[in-house]
Protein backbone atom coordinates (compact mmCIF):
# COMPACT_ATOMS: atom_id res chain seq x y z
CA UNK A 1 0.00 0.00 0.00
CA UNK A 2 2.09 2.93 0.95
CA UNK A 3 5.02 0.73 1.28
CA UNK A 4 4.49 0.87 -2.33
CA UNK A 5 4.42 4.55 -2.47
CA UNK A 6 7.33 4.84 -0.59
CA UNK A 7 9.40 2.73 -2.40
CA UNK A 8 8.54 5.14 -5.69
CA UNK A 9 8.77 8.22 -3.65
CA UNK A 10 12.14 7.31 -2.20
CA UNK A 11 13.71 6.72 -5.63
CA UNK A 12 12.70 9.92 -6.29
CA UNK A 13 13.54 12.32 -3.65
CA UNK A 14 15.78 11.20 -1.04
CA UNK A 15 15.06 13.70 1.25
CA UNK A 16 11.54 13.48 0.67
CA UNK A 17 11.75 9.81 0.44
CA UNK A 18 13.12 9.28 3.59
CA UNK A 19 11.05 11.23 5.77
CA UNK A 20 7.89 9.13 4.60
CA UNK A 21 9.84 6.03 5.10
CA UNK A 22 10.32 7.08 8.76
CA UNK A 23 7.34 7.51 9.54
CA UNK A 24 6.10 4.34 8.18
CA UNK A 25 8.44 2.75 9.69
CA UNK A 26 7.32 3.76 13.17
CA UNK A 27 4.05 2.85 12.82
CA UNK A 28 4.57 -0.61 11.23
CA UNK A 29 6.59 -1.49 14.08
CA UNK A 30 5.40 -4.27 16.83
CA UNK A 31 4.95 -3.60 20.11
CA UNK A 32 7.41 -5.86 21.90
CA UNK A 33 10.63 -4.62 19.52
CA UNK A 34 10.08 -0.99 18.75
CA UNK A 35 12.42 -0.74 16.05
CA UNK A 36 14.42 2.43 18.21
CA UNK A 37 15.40 5.12 15.05
CA UNK A 38 18.78 6.11 16.58
CA UNK A 39 19.71 2.16 16.59
CA UNK A 40 19.69 1.57 13.14
CA UNK A 41 21.22 5.08 12.12
CA UNK A 42 23.97 4.48 14.55
CA UNK A 43 23.65 0.62 14.40
CA UNK A 44 26.49 -1.27 15.97
CA UNK A 45 26.35 -3.80 13.01
CA UNK A 46 26.20 -2.44 9.87
CA UNK A 47 22.90 -2.59 7.93
CA UNK A 48 22.83 -6.16 5.94
CA UNK A 49 20.98 -4.45 2.82
CA UNK A 50 23.73 -2.42 2.59
CA UNK A 51 26.99 -4.11 3.39
CA UNK A 52 27.21 -6.13 0.31
CA UNK A 53 30.18 -6.85 -1.41
CA UNK A 54 31.43 -4.39 -3.55
CA UNK A 55 32.64 -6.44 -6.83
CA UNK A 56 30.13 -8.13 -7.67
CA UNK A 57 27.43 -5.50 -9.54
CA UNK A 58 25.16 -4.27 -6.80
CA UNK A 59 21.36 -2.36 -7.92
CA UNK A 60 19.56 0.69 -6.31
CA UNK A 61 16.89 -1.05 -5.45
CA UNK A 62 16.11 -4.51 -4.69
CA UNK A 63 12.33 -6.05 -3.90
CA UNK A 64 12.41 -8.84 -1.68
CA UNK A 65 10.48 -10.88 1.52
CA UNK A 66 11.37 -10.68 4.59
CA UNK A 67 9.66 -13.97 6.69
CA UNK A 68 9.33 -13.51 10.52
CA UNK A 69 9.47 -17.39 11.94
CA UNK A 70 8.13 -16.19 14.90
CA UNK A 71 4.63 -15.79 13.87
CA UNK A 72 4.37 -18.22 11.31
CA UNK A 73 1.52 -20.81 11.84
CA UNK A 74 1.79 -23.14 8.85
CA UNK A 75 -1.49 -21.97 7.69
CA UNK A 76 0.10 -22.62 3.96
CA UNK A 77 -2.71 -19.12 3.25
CA UNK A 78 0.55 -17.21 1.02
CA UNK A 79 1.08 -21.12 -0.92
CA UNK A 80 -2.70 -21.44 -1.62
CA UNK A 81 -3.02 -17.47 -2.80
CA UNK A 82 0.22 -17.76 -4.50
CA UNK A 83 -1.22 -20.82 -6.52
CA UNK A 84 -4.58 -18.70 -7.00
CA UNK A 85 -3.07 -15.75 -8.56
CA UNK A 86 -0.32 -17.77 -10.49
CA UNK A 87 -2.36 -19.73 -11.52
CA UNK A 88 -4.71 -17.09 -12.94
CA UNK A 89 -2.48 -14.41 -14.59
CA UNK A 90 -1.44 -13.92 -18.22
CA UNK A 91 1.72 -16.35 -17.99
CA UNK A 92 -0.82 -19.15 -18.21
CA UNK A 93 -2.17 -21.74 -15.37
CA UNK A 94 0.40 -23.78 -13.63
CA UNK A 95 -0.43 -27.31 -13.96
CA UNK A 96 -2.05 -29.75 -11.59
CA UNK A 97 -1.33 -33.14 -12.43
CA UNK A 98 -3.78 -35.89 -10.44
CA UNK A 99 -4.95 -33.46 -8.28
CA UNK A 100 -7.80 -35.26 -6.98
CA UNK A 101 -5.74 -38.65 -7.24
CA UNK A 102 -3.52 -40.52 -4.84
CA UNK A 103 -0.52 -38.87 -5.82
CA UNK A 104 -1.19 -34.94 -6.95
CA UNK A 105 1.55 -33.17 -7.68
CA UNK A 106 1.74 -29.70 -9.54
CA UNK A 107 3.45 -26.54 -10.48
CA UNK A 108 3.80 -23.95 -6.99
CA UNK A 109 5.69 -21.16 -6.12
CA UNK A 110 6.17 -21.34 -2.49
CA UNK A 111 6.00 -23.96 -0.14
CA UNK A 112 5.57 -24.07 3.59
CA UNK A 113 8.18 -26.61 5.73
CA UNK A 114 7.71 -27.67 9.01
CA UNK A 115 10.79 -28.45 10.80
CA UNK A 116 11.35 -29.41 14.41
CA UNK A 117 14.25 -28.65 16.51
CA UNK A 118 15.90 -29.21 20.16
CA UNK A 119 15.05 -32.73 22.04
CA UNK A 120 12.29 -33.22 23.96
CA UNK A 121 11.08 -31.68 25.94
CA UNK A 122 12.66 -28.72 24.70
CA UNK A 123 11.13 -28.92 21.16
CA UNK A 124 9.86 -26.29 18.80
CA UNK A 125 7.84 -26.37 16.13
CA UNK A 126 9.20 -24.23 12.99
CA UNK A 127 6.95 -23.43 10.17
CA UNK A 128 9.59 -22.48 7.40
CA UNK A 129 7.49 -20.74 4.60
CA UNK A 130 10.34 -20.71 1.03
CA UNK A 131 10.09 -19.32 -2.42
CA UNK A 132 12.76 -17.98 -4.71
CA UNK A 133 14.96 -15.74 -2.30
CA UNK A 134 15.67 -13.19 -5.46
CA UNK A 135 19.51 -13.56 -4.95
CA UNK A 136 21.63 -10.49 -5.40
CA UNK A 137 24.53 -13.01 -7.50
CA UNK A 138 21.18 -15.48 -8.18
CA UNK A 139 23.19 -18.44 -9.72
CA UNK A 140 20.58 -19.54 -11.86
CA UNK A 141 21.04 -16.68 -14.05
CA UNK A 142 24.10 -16.76 -16.05
CA UNK A 143 23.89 -21.07 -16.47
CA UNK A 144 20.81 -20.23 -18.71
CA UNK A 145 21.65 -20.72 -22.19
CA UNK A 146 18.85 -19.13 -23.56
CA UNK A 147 18.73 -15.73 -21.43
CA UNK A 148 15.22 -16.72 -20.38
CA UNK A 149 16.30 -16.81 -16.92
CA UNK A 150 17.41 -13.28 -15.89
CA UNK A 151 17.06 -10.37 -13.01
CA UNK A 152 15.50 -7.24 -13.70
CA UNK A 153 17.65 -4.18 -13.15
CA UNK A 154 15.38 -1.86 -12.19
CA UNK A 155 13.97 -3.99 -9.08
CA UNK A 156 16.20 -6.83 -8.61
CA UNK A 157 13.92 -9.38 -9.18
CA UNK A 158 14.41 -12.94 -11.01
CA UNK A 159 12.09 -13.79 -13.37
CA UNK A 160 11.69 -16.05 -16.53
CA UNK A 161 10.44 -15.41 -19.56
CA UNK A 162 8.30 -18.40 -20.62
CA UNK A 163 8.33 -17.83 -24.33
CA UNK A 164 11.97 -17.86 -24.28
CA UNK A 165 12.49 -21.14 -21.98
CA UNK A 166 13.55 -24.27 -23.68
CA UNK A 167 13.66 -26.43 -20.42
CA UNK A 168 16.45 -27.53 -19.80
CA UNK A 169 16.67 -27.33 -16.51
CA UNK A 170 19.91 -26.12 -15.90
CA UNK A 171 18.79 -23.53 -13.99
CA UNK A 172 16.84 -25.35 -11.22
CA UNK A 173 20.07 -27.81 -10.97
CA UNK A 174 22.04 -23.93 -10.61
CA UNK A 175 19.75 -23.23 -7.56
CA UNK A 176 20.69 -24.47 -4.35
CA UNK A 177 17.75 -23.72 -2.72
CA UNK A 178 15.65 -26.18 -5.18
CA UNK A 179 13.38 -22.56 -5.95
CA UNK A 180 12.43 -23.16 -9.50
CA UNK A 181 9.57 -25.70 -10.68
CA UNK A 182 9.45 -27.01 -14.13
CA UNK A 183 5.71 -27.36 -14.87
CA UNK A 184 4.78 -30.26 -16.60
CA UNK A 185 2.31 -29.57 -18.69
CA UNK A 186 3.69 -26.32 -20.49
CA UNK A 187 7.40 -27.55 -20.20
CA UNK A 188 8.90 -24.23 -19.04
CA UNK A 189 10.83 -23.19 -16.00
CA UNK A 190 8.53 -21.35 -13.72
CA UNK A 191 9.59 -19.69 -9.88
CA UNK A 192 8.00 -16.72 -7.90
CA UNK A 193 7.73 -13.36 -9.65
CA UNK A 194 7.19 -11.53 -6.74
CA UNK A 195 4.16 -10.98 -8.16
CA UNK A 196 5.36 -8.73 -10.90
CA UNK A 197 2.02 -8.61 -11.88
CA UNK A 198 0.21 -7.06 -9.31
CA UNK A 199 2.92 -4.33 -7.49
CA UNK A 200 2.91 -2.46 -10.52
CA UNK A 201 -0.57 -2.93 -11.51
CA UNK A 202 -2.06 0.72 -11.00
CA UNK A 203 -5.62 -0.66 -11.77
CA UNK A 204 -5.47 -1.88 -8.47
CA UNK A 205 -5.81 -0.79 -5.27
CA UNK A 206 -2.68 0.72 -3.76
CA UNK A 207 -3.39 -1.91 -0.54
CA UNK A 208 -3.42 -4.46 -3.19
CA UNK A 209 -0.15 -3.70 -5.17
CA UNK A 210 2.20 -6.07 -3.27
CA UNK A 211 2.51 -10.16 -3.28
CA UNK A 212 -0.39 -12.40 -3.02
CA UNK A 213 1.00 -14.56 -0.70
CA UNK A 214 2.15 -11.31 1.66
CA UNK A 215 -1.76 -10.02 1.40
CA UNK A 216 -2.98 -13.47 2.43
CA UNK A 217 -0.44 -13.93 5.53
CA UNK A 218 -3.04 -13.79 8.68
CA UNK A 219 -0.31 -13.16 11.00
CA UNK A 220 1.85 -10.51 9.25
CA UNK A 221 4.84 -12.93 8.94
CA UNK A 222 5.84 -11.65 5.52
CA UNK A 223 7.06 -8.47 5.02
CA UNK A 224 7.35 -7.15 1.45
CA UNK A 225 9.67 -3.82 0.60
CA UNK A 226 13.08 -2.71 -0.76
CA UNK A 227 15.75 -3.95 1.01
CA UNK A 228 18.18 -1.57 -0.38
CA UNK A 229 16.29 1.28 1.27
CA UNK A 230 17.70 1.98 5.11
CA UNK A 231 14.42 3.09 6.15
CA UNK A 232 12.16 0.54 4.45
CA UNK A 233 10.21 -1.80 7.04
CA UNK A 234 12.31 -4.88 5.68
CA UNK A 235 15.44 -3.25 6.16
CA UNK A 236 14.43 -2.37 9.81
CA UNK A 237 13.29 -5.72 10.20
CA UNK A 238 16.58 -7.58 9.05
CA UNK A 239 18.75 -5.02 10.88
CA UNK A 240 16.81 -5.18 14.05
CA UNK A 241 16.14 -8.45 14.24
CA UNK A 242 18.73 -10.25 13.03
CA UNK A 243 17.59 -11.42 9.75
CA UNK A 244 19.60 -13.85 8.03
CA UNK A 245 20.12 -15.06 4.49
CA UNK A 246 20.15 -19.12 3.80
CA UNK A 247 23.17 -20.97 2.81
CA UNK A 248 25.28 -18.27 3.17
CA UNK A 249 27.96 -20.09 2.21
CA UNK A 250 27.45 -20.04 -1.06
CA UNK A 251 27.70 -16.41 -1.28
CA UNK A 252 24.60 -16.03 -3.81
CA UNK A 253 23.57 -13.19 -1.39
CA UNK A 254 19.83 -14.10 -1.12
CA UNK A 255 17.39 -10.75 -1.07
CA UNK A 256 14.88 -12.61 0.95
CA UNK A 257 15.81 -13.03 4.70
CA UNK A 258 14.58 -14.73 7.64
CA UNK A 259 13.78 -13.21 11.10
CA UNK A 260 14.99 -15.62 13.87
CA UNK A 261 12.86 -17.13 16.86
CA UNK A 262 13.53 -15.44 19.95
CA UNK A 263 12.52 -16.07 23.36
CA UNK A 264 9.32 -14.76 24.43
CA UNK A 265 8.24 -14.60 28.61
CA UNK A 266 4.92 -16.25 27.42
CA UNK A 267 6.96 -19.47 25.79
CA UNK A 268 9.60 -19.35 29.00
CA UNK A 269 7.07 -19.78 31.02
CA UNK A 270 5.38 -22.68 30.42
CA UNK A 271 8.67 -25.12 29.23
CA UNK A 272 9.86 -26.91 31.93
CA UNK A 273 13.09 -25.80 31.71
CA UNK A 274 12.76 -21.85 31.03
CA UNK A 275 16.49 -21.17 31.88
CA UNK A 276 17.97 -23.74 29.98
CA UNK A 277 16.12 -22.87 26.77
CA UNK A 278 17.12 -19.22 27.27
CA UNK A 279 21.13 -20.45 28.03
CA UNK A 280 20.40 -22.45 24.58
CA UNK A 281 19.07 -19.49 22.55
CA UNK A 282 21.86 -17.29 24.31
CA UNK A 283 24.75 -19.98 22.98
CA UNK A 284 22.87 -20.59 19.66
CA UNK A 285 20.80 -17.36 18.73
CA UNK A 286 18.15 -18.94 16.74
CA UNK A 287 19.97 -19.78 14.11
CA UNK A 288 21.43 -16.00 13.23
CA UNK A 289 25.37 -15.63 13.59
CA UNK A 290 28.00 -13.92 11.60
CA UNK A 291 28.71 -16.91 10.06
CA UNK A 292 27.73 -15.17 6.91
CA UNK A 293 31.03 -12.81 6.64
CA UNK A 294 33.24 -16.52 6.42
CA UNK A 295 31.22 -17.97 3.34
CA UNK A 296 31.80 -15.44 0.98
CA UNK A 297 35.69 -16.63 0.76
CA UNK B 1 20.54 -36.12 -9.01
CA UNK B 2 18.10 -38.11 -10.56
CA UNK B 3 20.01 -39.61 -14.07
CA UNK B 4 18.20 -38.03 -17.30
CA UNK B 5 18.44 -41.09 -19.63
CA UNK B 6 18.94 -38.83 -22.32
CA UNK B 7 22.12 -36.75 -21.10
CA UNK B 8 23.66 -40.15 -20.44
CA UNK B 9 23.47 -41.06 -24.10
CA UNK B 10 24.21 -37.34 -25.39
CA UNK B 11 27.49 -37.55 -23.05
CA UNK B 12 28.68 -40.96 -23.64
CA UNK B 13 27.86 -40.93 -27.08
CA UNK B 14 29.22 -37.93 -28.03
CA UNK B 15 32.29 -38.36 -26.13
CA UNK B 16 32.92 -41.36 -27.50
CA UNK B 17 32.99 -40.00 -31.33
CA UNK B 18 35.60 -37.20 -29.72
CA UNK B 19 37.80 -40.09 -28.81
CA UNK B 20 37.39 -41.89 -31.88
CA UNK B 21 38.01 -38.90 -34.17
CA UNK B 22 41.40 -38.04 -32.02
CA UNK B 23 42.56 -41.38 -32.06
CA UNK B 24 42.39 -40.86 -36.16
CA UNK B 25 43.54 -37.66 -36.11
CA UNK B 26 46.43 -38.77 -33.64
CA UNK B 27 46.96 -41.43 -36.58
CA UNK B 28 47.01 -39.27 -39.44
CA UNK B 29 49.13 -36.64 -38.27
CA UNK B 30 51.76 -39.62 -37.26
CA UNK B 31 51.54 -40.29 -41.34
CA UNK B 32 50.37 -43.54 -40.64
CA UNK B 33 49.36 -45.34 -43.88
CA UNK B 34 45.18 -45.65 -43.54
CA UNK B 35 43.53 -46.86 -46.10
CA UNK B 36 41.67 -43.72 -47.21
CA UNK B 37 38.48 -45.75 -47.06
CA UNK B 38 39.02 -46.87 -44.04
CA UNK B 39 39.52 -43.33 -42.98
CA UNK B 40 36.38 -41.83 -44.40
CA UNK B 41 33.76 -44.60 -43.33
CA UNK B 42 35.51 -44.68 -39.19
CA UNK B 43 34.94 -40.43 -39.81
CA UNK B 44 31.29 -41.60 -41.12
CA UNK B 45 30.64 -43.56 -37.97
CA UNK B 46 31.98 -40.55 -35.85
CA UNK B 47 29.62 -38.26 -37.67
CA UNK B 48 26.62 -40.63 -37.12
CA UNK B 49 27.29 -41.26 -33.57
CA UNK B 50 27.34 -37.62 -33.39
CA UNK B 51 24.24 -36.91 -34.82
CA UNK B 52 22.30 -39.39 -32.66
CA UNK B 53 23.72 -37.78 -29.44
CA UNK B 54 22.85 -34.21 -30.77
CA UNK B 55 19.29 -35.89 -31.38
CA UNK B 56 19.63 -37.90 -27.49
CA UNK B 57 19.96 -34.12 -25.94
CA UNK B 58 17.36 -32.75 -27.64
CA UNK B 59 15.25 -35.16 -26.34
CA UNK B 60 16.26 -33.53 -22.72
CA UNK B 61 14.27 -30.23 -23.61
CA UNK B 62 10.99 -29.34 -22.60
CA UNK B 63 10.59 -27.14 -25.45
CA UNK B 64 12.87 -28.68 -28.02
CA UNK B 65 11.09 -26.83 -31.00
CA UNK B 66 13.08 -23.77 -29.39
CA UNK B 67 16.58 -25.31 -28.88
CA UNK B 68 18.28 -22.69 -31.41
CA UNK B 69 18.07 -20.57 -28.50
CA UNK B 70 20.47 -21.86 -26.74
CA UNK B 71 23.20 -20.68 -27.93
CA UNK B 72 22.36 -17.21 -27.21
CA UNK B 73 24.26 -17.07 -23.68
CA UNK B 74 27.51 -18.42 -24.54
CA UNK B 75 29.31 -15.47 -22.89
CA UNK B 76 28.09 -16.72 -19.28
CA UNK B 77 26.61 -20.45 -19.74
CA UNK B 78 28.69 -23.55 -20.17
CA UNK B 79 25.49 -25.21 -21.84
CA UNK B 80 25.36 -22.27 -24.41
CA UNK B 81 28.82 -22.61 -25.24
CA UNK B 82 28.44 -26.54 -25.54
CA UNK B 83 25.60 -25.57 -27.78
CA UNK B 84 27.80 -23.90 -30.24
CA UNK B 85 30.70 -26.34 -30.13
CA UNK B 86 28.99 -29.50 -30.97
CA UNK B 87 27.69 -28.37 -33.90
CA UNK B 88 31.17 -27.29 -34.68
CA UNK B 89 33.01 -30.31 -34.04
CA UNK B 90 29.77 -32.02 -35.93
CA UNK B 91 30.65 -29.53 -39.11
CA UNK B 92 35.04 -30.12 -38.73
CA UNK B 93 34.55 -34.01 -38.72
CA UNK B 94 32.18 -33.75 -41.80
CA UNK B 95 34.22 -31.47 -43.79
CA UNK B 96 37.24 -33.99 -42.65
CA UNK B 97 35.36 -36.81 -44.23
CA UNK B 98 34.60 -35.00 -47.36
CA UNK B 99 38.38 -34.11 -48.36
CA UNK B 100 39.59 -38.15 -47.17
CA UNK B 101 36.23 -39.06 -49.62
CA UNK B 102 37.28 -36.91 -52.57
CA UNK B 103 41.01 -36.68 -51.89
CA UNK B 104 41.70 -33.16 -51.35
CA UNK B 105 45.27 -31.75 -50.98
CA UNK B 106 47.42 -33.48 -48.13
CA UNK B 107 47.60 -30.20 -46.42
CA UNK B 108 43.84 -30.39 -45.42
CA UNK B 109 43.25 -34.14 -45.07
CA UNK B 110 46.12 -34.60 -43.22
CA UNK B 111 47.65 -31.86 -41.40
CA UNK B 112 44.87 -28.70 -41.02
CA UNK B 113 41.42 -30.93 -40.75
CA UNK B 114 43.07 -33.67 -37.98
CA UNK B 115 44.52 -30.54 -36.25
CA UNK B 116 41.23 -28.56 -36.12
CA UNK B 117 39.03 -31.96 -35.15
CA UNK B 118 41.72 -32.35 -32.20
CA UNK B 119 41.42 -28.57 -30.86
CA UNK B 120 37.46 -28.53 -31.48
CA UNK B 121 37.23 -32.05 -29.77
CA UNK B 122 39.56 -30.93 -26.58
CA UNK B 123 37.52 -27.73 -26.81
CA UNK B 124 34.17 -29.78 -26.57
CA UNK B 125 34.64 -32.08 -23.63
CA UNK B 126 35.92 -28.81 -21.56
CA UNK B 127 32.41 -27.00 -22.39
CA UNK B 128 30.05 -30.57 -21.15
CA UNK B 129 32.84 -30.94 -18.58
CA UNK B 130 32.00 -27.58 -17.23
CA UNK B 131 28.41 -27.55 -17.40
CA UNK B 132 28.56 -29.56 -14.73
CA UNK B 133 32.31 -28.33 -13.08
CA UNK B 134 31.03 -25.01 -12.30
CA UNK B 135 27.80 -25.51 -10.54
CA UNK B 136 29.69 -24.68 -7.30
CA UNK B 137 27.45 -25.95 -4.59
CA UNK B 138 27.38 -29.40 -6.23
CA UNK B 139 30.69 -30.50 -4.95
CA UNK B 140 30.67 -33.89 -6.10
CA UNK B 141 31.01 -32.12 -9.62
CA UNK B 142 32.87 -28.37 -9.04
CA UNK B 143 36.36 -30.42 -9.67
CA UNK B 144 39.00 -30.40 -11.88
CA UNK B 145 38.59 -34.20 -11.86
CA UNK B 146 35.51 -33.66 -13.77
CA UNK B 147 36.75 -32.30 -16.57
CA UNK B 148 39.54 -35.36 -16.02
CA UNK B 149 36.83 -37.88 -16.35
CA UNK B 150 34.95 -36.36 -18.86
CA UNK B 151 38.26 -36.22 -21.48
CA UNK B 152 40.25 -39.33 -20.69
CA UNK B 153 36.68 -41.73 -21.01
CA UNK B 154 36.15 -39.85 -24.05
CA UNK B 155 39.62 -40.78 -25.08
CA UNK B 156 39.23 -44.25 -23.68
CA UNK B 157 36.42 -45.77 -25.40
CA UNK B 158 36.47 -43.48 -28.69
CA UNK B 159 40.30 -45.55 -28.95
CA UNK B 160 38.74 -48.92 -28.23
CA UNK B 161 36.26 -48.48 -30.68
CA UNK B 162 38.53 -47.21 -33.08
CA UNK B 163 41.13 -50.10 -32.49
CA UNK B 164 37.81 -52.68 -33.01
CA UNK B 165 37.15 -50.77 -36.05
CA UNK B 166 41.00 -51.01 -37.44
CA UNK B 167 41.11 -55.09 -36.05
CA UNK B 168 37.55 -55.58 -38.27
CA UNK B 169 39.05 -54.05 -41.05
CA UNK B 170 42.56 -55.30 -41.29
CA UNK B 171 44.31 -52.28 -40.44
CA UNK B 172 47.05 -53.67 -38.75
CA UNK B 173 49.31 -50.68 -38.91
CA UNK B 174 46.54 -48.31 -37.39
CA UNK B 175 46.02 -50.75 -34.50
CA UNK B 176 49.57 -51.62 -33.85
CA UNK B 177 49.99 -47.77 -33.36
CA UNK B 178 46.73 -47.41 -31.45
CA UNK B 179 46.36 -50.05 -28.97
CA UNK B 180 48.68 -49.16 -26.79
CA UNK B 181 47.16 -45.98 -26.51
CA UNK B 182 43.98 -47.44 -25.89
CA UNK B 183 45.40 -49.20 -23.10
CA UNK B 184 47.07 -46.39 -21.35
CA UNK B 185 43.97 -44.25 -21.92
CA UNK B 186 41.52 -46.75 -19.91
CA UNK B 187 43.92 -47.43 -17.34
CA UNK B 188 44.46 -43.47 -16.78
CA UNK B 189 40.49 -42.82 -17.06
CA UNK B 190 39.83 -45.86 -14.65
CA UNK B 191 42.43 -44.53 -12.07
CA UNK B 192 41.07 -40.96 -12.05
CA UNK B 193 37.60 -41.98 -12.16
CA UNK B 194 38.51 -43.89 -8.70
CA UNK B 195 40.06 -40.98 -7.65
CA UNK B 196 37.19 -38.79 -8.13
CA UNK B 197 34.77 -41.57 -6.40
CA UNK B 198 37.30 -41.98 -3.82
CA UNK B 199 36.97 -37.83 -2.96
CA UNK B 200 33.36 -37.73 -3.72
CA UNK B 201 32.87 -40.46 -0.66
CA UNK B 202 34.80 -38.46 1.86
CA UNK B 203 33.05 -35.22 0.91
CA UNK B 204 31.62 -33.75 4.25
CA UNK B 205 28.70 -31.53 2.37
CA UNK B 206 29.26 -27.88 3.05
CA UNK B 207 25.80 -27.22 3.34
CA UNK B 208 23.49 -28.85 6.40
CA UNK B 209 20.02 -28.22 7.40
CA UNK B 210 21.10 -25.69 9.85
CA UNK B 211 22.61 -23.27 7.55
CA UNK B 212 19.72 -24.38 5.19
CA UNK B 213 17.47 -22.63 7.05
CA UNK B 214 19.26 -21.09 10.09
CA UNK B 215 17.83 -22.60 12.71
CA UNK B 216 20.94 -23.21 15.05
CA UNK B 217 19.43 -26.57 16.95
CA UNK B 218 22.23 -29.20 16.51
CA UNK B 219 19.38 -31.40 16.39
CA UNK B 220 16.73 -30.84 13.54
CA UNK B 221 14.70 -32.44 11.69
CA UNK B 222 11.98 -32.11 8.85
CA UNK B 223 8.97 -33.14 9.43
CA UNK B 224 7.14 -31.64 6.21
CA UNK B 225 8.10 -30.55 2.82
CA UNK B 226 4.87 -28.98 2.38
CA UNK B 227 3.18 -31.03 -0.13
CA UNK B 228 1.22 -34.50 0.33
CA UNK B 229 3.63 -35.61 -2.17
CA UNK B 230 5.69 -35.66 -4.63
CA UNK B 231 7.06 -32.23 -6.99
CA UNK B 232 9.11 -31.61 -9.47
CA UNK B 233 11.95 -31.46 -6.68
CA UNK B 234 11.46 -34.82 -5.63
CA UNK B 235 11.14 -35.81 -9.02
CA UNK B 236 14.46 -34.13 -10.49
CA UNK B 237 17.32 -34.11 -7.81
CA UNK B 238 16.82 -38.41 -6.21
CA UNK B 239 18.29 -41.00 -7.88
CA UNK B 240 15.83 -43.24 -5.92
CA UNK B 241 17.99 -46.58 -6.29
CA UNK B 242 18.20 -48.75 -3.03
CA UNK B 243 21.58 -48.26 -1.58
CA UNK B 244 22.29 -51.44 -2.67
CA UNK B 245 21.71 -51.01 -6.67
CA UNK B 246 23.88 -48.15 -5.87
CA UNK B 247 26.29 -49.80 -5.04
CA UNK B 248 26.78 -52.45 -7.68
CA UNK B 249 26.50 -49.81 -9.92
CA UNK B 250 29.18 -48.29 -9.18
CA UNK B 251 30.96 -51.68 -8.82
CA UNK B 252 29.53 -52.19 -12.39
CA UNK B 253 30.87 -49.60 -14.18
CA UNK B 254 34.28 -49.70 -12.60
CA UNK B 255 34.97 -52.93 -14.28
CA UNK B 256 33.03 -53.06 -17.09
CA UNK B 257 34.50 -49.56 -18.61
CA UNK B 258 38.01 -49.92 -17.16
CA UNK B 259 39.03 -53.39 -15.33
CA UNK B 260 37.55 -56.43 -18.10
CA UNK B 261 38.63 -53.98 -20.72
CA UNK B 262 41.96 -53.83 -19.94
CA UNK B 263 42.55 -57.31 -19.62
CA UNK B 264 40.75 -57.79 -23.10
CA UNK B 265 43.45 -55.16 -24.48
CA UNK B 266 46.11 -56.85 -22.22
CA UNK B 267 45.12 -60.33 -24.22
CA UNK B 268 45.12 -58.25 -27.61
CA UNK B 269 48.38 -56.51 -27.03
CA UNK B 270 50.14 -60.17 -26.24
CA UNK B 271 49.04 -61.64 -29.59
CA UNK B 272 51.29 -60.58 -32.46
CA UNK B 273 49.77 -62.74 -34.98
CA UNK B 274 49.05 -61.19 -38.36
CA UNK B 275 46.28 -60.07 -39.33
CA UNK B 276 45.10 -58.63 -35.55
CA UNK B 277 42.42 -60.69 -33.97
CA UNK B 278 39.20 -58.64 -33.77
CA UNK B 279 37.81 -60.77 -30.72
CA UNK B 280 39.29 -59.44 -27.72
CA UNK B 281 38.61 -55.49 -28.80
CA UNK B 282 35.39 -56.38 -30.18
CA UNK B 283 34.92 -57.60 -26.45
CA UNK B 284 36.20 -54.57 -24.43
CA UNK B 285 34.10 -52.73 -27.12
CA UNK B 286 30.80 -54.66 -25.75
CA UNK B 287 31.43 -53.89 -22.25
CA UNK B 288 32.79 -50.68 -22.57
CA UNK B 289 28.67 -49.88 -23.58
CA UNK B 290 27.18 -50.81 -20.82
CA UNK B 291 29.65 -49.56 -18.41
CA UNK B 292 30.21 -45.98 -20.18
CA UNK B 293 26.04 -46.06 -19.17
CA UNK B 294 26.54 -47.26 -15.82
CA UNK B 295 29.59 -44.76 -14.72
CA UNK B 296 27.45 -41.33 -16.70
CA UNK B 297 24.71 -42.57 -14.46
CA UNK B 298 26.85 -42.77 -11.62
CA UNK B 299 28.05 -39.40 -11.79
CA UNK B 300 24.97 -37.80 -11.77
CA UNK B 301 23.08 -39.52 -8.62
CA UNK B 302 26.00 -39.39 -6.84
CA UNK B 303 26.22 -35.77 -6.65
CA UNK B 304 23.70 -34.83 -3.84
CA UNK B 305 22.32 -31.59 -4.93
CA UNK B 306 22.05 -29.10 -1.60
CA UNK B 307 17.79 -28.91 -2.20
CA UNK B 308 17.78 -31.70 -1.00
CA UNK B 309 17.93 -30.74 2.06
CA UNK B 310 14.60 -28.97 2.32
CA UNK B 311 12.70 -32.19 0.69
CA UNK B 312 13.33 -34.95 3.17
CA UNK B 313 9.88 -35.76 4.52
CA UNK B 314 6.84 -36.32 2.49
CA UNK B 315 3.44 -35.42 4.63
Request: charged share 15%; net charge neutral.
Amino acid sequence: MIRWLKDLLASHAVADGAAVAHDIGAAVAEPPVRPTTTRGVTGVEPPAAVSVGAAAETLARQLALVIDLNVCVGCHACVTSCKEWNTAGSAGPLCDENAYGANPTGTFFNRVQTYEAGVFPLTETIHFPKSCLHCEDPPCVPVCPTGASYKRKSDGIVLVDYDKCIGCKYCAWACPYGARELDEERQVMTKCTLCVDRIYDEQMAPADRQPACVKACPTGARLFGDVKDPLSEVSIAIRERGGYALMPEWGTRPANQYLPRRPTSAVGATTPLPSARDEAFAAHGSGHGDTDGTGFA
Amino acid sequence: MNPAFSVIVFTTLAGAAQGLVVALALATLAGLSISASFLAGALALALVMLVGALGASFLHLGRPERAWRAAMMWRTSWLSREVIVLPAFIGAVGLWWLVVRFDAPAVWRALLLPLGCIAIAALLWYCTAMIYACLRFIEEWAHPLTILNYTLIGIASGSVLCCALAALAGEAVLLRAIAPWAFAATVLAGATRVLALRRNAALKPRSTLQSATGIAAPRLVQTSMGMSAGSFNTREFFHRASPRVYRQIRAAALMLLFVLPAFCMLWALSMSSEPAAAAPWLLALLLQVPGLLADRWFFFAQARHPQNLYYQVVS
